[in-house]
């Protein structure tokens, strides 16, 4: 059974730095990262695939980036300049389509097929 597996969450004030992991239990080519606030929808975050194409959605732009080990099976997302409105659970993901992180569909919940535990970021004020 595939498994994601995150690591890395944290409390931290505004402006503050985390460093988020994934390790998967198989191969994968296209990874993504959503989130998800307390009463809110889970939303895209980052996208990734084994070339290093990589999406991410509008309010984290130019503030977190992705990255892959492909020999390590892992997935990471750096994230810096942490505001409050960055508060939710983190999840790693796998699209059912590996084209999905061509064409930008992986940061749509719609298209993953496989969801990680999540793990929790707090930034305070």
């Known amino acids: 059974q595939a498994q994601l597996r995150e690591a890395g969450g944290g409390s931290v004030q505004t402006g503050g730095s985390l460093k988020l992991s994934c390790t998967a239990s198989a191969y994968y080519v296209c990874l993504a990262w959503f989130r998800q606030a307390p009463g809110q929808e889970r939303e895209g975050v980052a996208s990734?695939?084994?070339?290093?194409?990589?999406f991410y959605g509008d309010s984290v732009k130019g503030r977190f980036g992705i990255s892959k080990d492909n020999d390590k099976r892992s997935l990471y997302l750096q994230m810096d300049d942490l505001k409050p409105e960055d508060t939710a659970v983190y999840y790693c993901a796998v699209p059912t389509f590996e084209s999905a992180c061509i064409s930008g569909d992986a940061l749509l919940p719609q298209s993953i097929a496989i969801w990680g535990q999540g793990t929790q970021v707090t930034v305070s004020s």
């Open positions: 990734i695939n084994k070339f290093g194409t990589a």
